[in-house]
């Protein structure tokens, strides 16, 4: 037995002869996105690519450090599996975590780790992760999901063909109202004729989530010296940031008058309100806590909106099954409730399948806490982990027909519920998942029943949609979804 323990300790590979791109000193990869086959928006596809040329594990360089992608479901597993009771992260934004620093800002819950992140995340999961806390808003979220329909339907009258102008945008200002009543307890007018505020965010938010993706993957000179592009960055950045910590002061100002003429009725800043009253959290905390729940779904929330909607425009048969369930559940005038929400397993399973086929991020990152093996090689601890699933959502050996739309996958007994529970993981794992889940699935749910309910969608045949790589992952073009009004 001793004889035998050597043997398997020689067989496991250093962490330098993990496979990958080739690199220069300083440079790294990054001259791979300027000059190779994969540009720096085409991000996605290029790890796609290296997970066929070098395997389940690749060690980059980008930005001057080593960051190693991890693309086998178990090897994921194996990560999240020692997590400890603090998971460390790198900044999704490691330009906007600079920002911050520069301008003496929280780094807030998705930059911050250690004891300060489980301070900050420990006193507002009660707001946002519990089902019957995320519910309390369910009748704002439907009145204004309302809103946003009847704002398409008046836009979609003035097109000739059906189509919105800008359908990013509307949703982004749908995105912003419905974010500013959440956090603020305000009313914005974005969904508004005439509406230039909201498309101001909307625009800054898409520059910045732009410029942070180009810079990622370019020569890390703006970590040195104020580059064109950096100085675009903190523009959008000051921008954005200015018009939301204004709205958050306001909104502390508007409570604490309430409260002194005791006018302050139970719902009103339910969640501000919330936050205030936690002694563990300072102005500063509430502030930065605030304004990721406002600012989040432009970058998440909406994109993945707009696949949902381009899914259901190209696949006329599935929209009809979805149609039906919700002609069965939701009854038009009158609200939606959290009894409603659950018995809509079709559009639930509609929108997963919408996340295999048209993910919103490319990886989830972890620095490894402890020394690993991974896929047979040594990964030392403190080392950048990219975890990258998304290569296998196409794999005919796990989704039979992966080019197909089919929510059927993931209900009772289909073929997604044999899927490794790591490869479908949109929302994160562990203590670290995204802490606006719940928000963002009721969001979700209730605008798509609400448009489907309205709308018989239509998309232009012999167009195809595809992603772009900024940060996150966008639609590559408008989304021509055609809004005709059932009869």
Same mark, same amino acid.
């Given at each position: ?46 790890? *796609? ?5 070098? *395997? ?115 949703? *982004? ?88 003429? *005791? ?6 800043? !339910? ?173 979700? !749910? ?22 772009? !790589? ?18």
């Amino acid at each position: 037995m001793s004889a035998a323990r050597p043997a398997v300790a020689s067989s496991i590979k250093s962490f330098k002869s993990i496979p990958g791109p080739r690199s220069l000193p300083l440079v790294g990869s990054c001259l791979h996105y300027r000059y190779g086959a994969r540009s720096k928006t085409a991000y996605h596809l290029g790890l *796609g690519d290296m997970f066929r040329l070098y *395997g389940p594990l690749v060690r980059e360089q980008i930005g001057g450090k080593a960051v190693v992608h991890v693309f086998s479901p178990d090897d994921i597993k194996t990560v999240y599996s020692v997590e400890g009771k603090w998971p460390v992260i790198p900044p999704l934004q490691e330009t906007t975590a600079m920002y911050r620093e520069q301008k003496d800002m929280s780094l807030g819950l998705g930059n911050t780790n250690g004891e300060e992140w489980y301070r900050l995340r420990s006193n507002c999961q009660q707001r946002m992760l519990r089902p019957k806390e995320v519910s309390h808003y369910l009748p704002s979220v439907d009145s204004i999901a309302v809103e946003l329909v009847d704002r398409l339907a008046n836009l979609s009258k003035r097109n000739k063909r059906k189509e919105i102008e800008d359908l990013r945008l509307e949703v *982004g200002r749908w995105s912003l109202e419905n974010a500013a009543h959440l956090v603020f307890d305000m009313r914005m007018g974005c969904l508004q004729d005439g509406d230039l505020w909201g498309k101001d965010m909307v625009d800054a938010n898409a520059n910045i989530f732009k410029l942070s993706g180009d810079l990622k993957l370019s020569v890390p000179i703006y970590k040195l010296l104020v580059t064109p592009k950096w100085r675009q960055l903190v523009a959008a950045e000051d921008k954005f940031y200015s018009q939301a910590i204004a709205l958050c002061d306001q909104a502390i100002l508007s409570l604490k008058q309430a409260v002194e003429d *005791g006018s302050l009725s139970a719902d009103q800043f !339910y969640f501000l309100s919330y936050l205030l009253s936690r002694p563990a959290l300072s102005l500063k905390d509430v502030t930065v806590i605030c304004l990721s729940l406002f600012s989040d779904g432009l970058s998440t929330t909406t994109p993945t909106i707009l696949f949902n909607l381009y899914c259901l425009a190209s696949w006329p048969d599935v929209q009809q099954k979805v149609y039906q369930e919700i002609k069965e559940n939701v009854v038009e005038n009158q609200p939606i409730s959290p009894n409603i929400l659950s018995n809509l397993p079709y559009l639930k399973a509609f929108v997963k399948e919408t996340f295999r086929l048209w993910p919103n991020g490319t990886e989830v990152s972890r620095y490894c806490e402890q020394d690993l093996t991974l896929s047979g090689y040594q990964v030392p601890a403190g080392t950048h982990l990219d975890l990258n699933p998304s290569v296998h959502f196409n794999d005919p050996n796990l989704f039979p027909e992966p080019d197909l739309h089919l929510p059927e996958r993931w209900l009772r007994d289909g073929s997604g519920s044999n899927v490794h529970p790591y490869i479908l993981t949109p929302f994160g794992h562990g203590t670290r998942m995204c802490a606006g889940r719940r928000f963002a699935e009721q969001d979700l !749910y209730v605008v798509l029943a609400r448009v489907i309910q309205r709308f018989k969608l239509e998309y232009p045949s012999g167009e195809q949609m595809g992603q772009v !790589y900024h940060t996150l992952l966008f639609p590559d073009r408008p989304v021509r979804v055609r809004f005709v009004e059932r009869k």
